[in-house]
């Protein structure tokens, strides 16, 4: 078991999202401004302990933790569903440089509260690398998705994924299961009590921690040409 911390979440927390999810416009929201601001705190001084604790880990580019939180506010102009304000609180946290590749996301909210990470939207050539490199040897990947570590905290690599070959790629390839990803998503979800629980901010660090064979591997190939030679 992690050892405990005192930046632990309050049950508040989750009541509010409860309520808010029951009263979800800007009228019960401006007259409740003052809970969302006190509720938010809890989540900053969480942020900002967790932030703390990955830069003895890795080396993260978000400079607060504060700066980490997602606003409440909706975007609804291409939504049908015009509700004005999340019914979670999340926050991301940016890896520092160009060598350092995938992101860290942390989201809570009632019955389903989960840590996350990695590459949610690579961009055509990034995609093209990483599938290459699957295509030519795909062995480091395997491993790391079959070490006890990933297992235990991953379970499997999610992500949305083609029903067929990408264009380009033989559909006989050995690696066809991880060519057709289209995200490289790592998660682990938490209940409502361990996310209440003293020990939660060293959870969702470890979590993010081991992560990192994943990244490193993928960060590897992100900035390294077919011929293993630095862009």
């Not at 302990?49 to 993260?60: F, G, S, Y």
């Not at 690579?122 to 480091?140: C, H, Q, S, W």
């Not at 299961?177 to 209940?191: M, S």
């Amino acid at each position: 078991m992690s050892k405990e911390n005192t930046n632990s979440l309050p049950l508040s927390c989750l009541e509010y999202l409860k309520q808010l999810k029951q009263n979800n416009n800007r009228d019960w929201f401006n007259q409740h401004k003052n809970e969302f601001i006190h509720e938010q705190s809890f989540l900053e001084n969480f942020a900002e302990a967790l932030l703390q604790k990955m830069n003895v880990h890795d080396v993260i580019e978000t400079v607060s933790g504060k700066k980490s939180l997602h606003r409440i506010y909706r975007d609804t102009r291409f939504s049908k569903d015009k509700t004005p304000y999340k019914i979670n609180w999340s926050g991301g946290f940016k890896r520092a440089t160009k060598l350092r590749r995938g992101g860290y996301y942390f989201h809570i909210e009632p019955n389903n509260s989960f840590i996350a990470g990695g590459f949610w939207g690579p961009n055509n050539d990034d995609l093209k690398r990483i599938r290459d490199e699957f295509a030519f040897d795909a062995t480091p990947l395997r491993k790391i998705l079959k070490s006890k570590s990933f297992i235990n905290t991953f379970g499997t690599l999610q992500g949305e994924q083609l029903k067929t070959a990408p264009k380009g790629f033989d559909a006989d390839n050995e690696a066809i299961d991880l060519l057709r990803y289209k995200q490289f998503l790592l998660i682990k979800k938490f209940t409502d009590k361990e996310v209440l629980s003293k020990y939660f901010l060293n959870e969702a660090n470890q979590t993010f921690k081991n992560m990192r064979p994943f990244f490193d591997y993928m960060s590897e190939i992100l900035t390294t040409d077919v011929n293993g030679l630095e862009l």
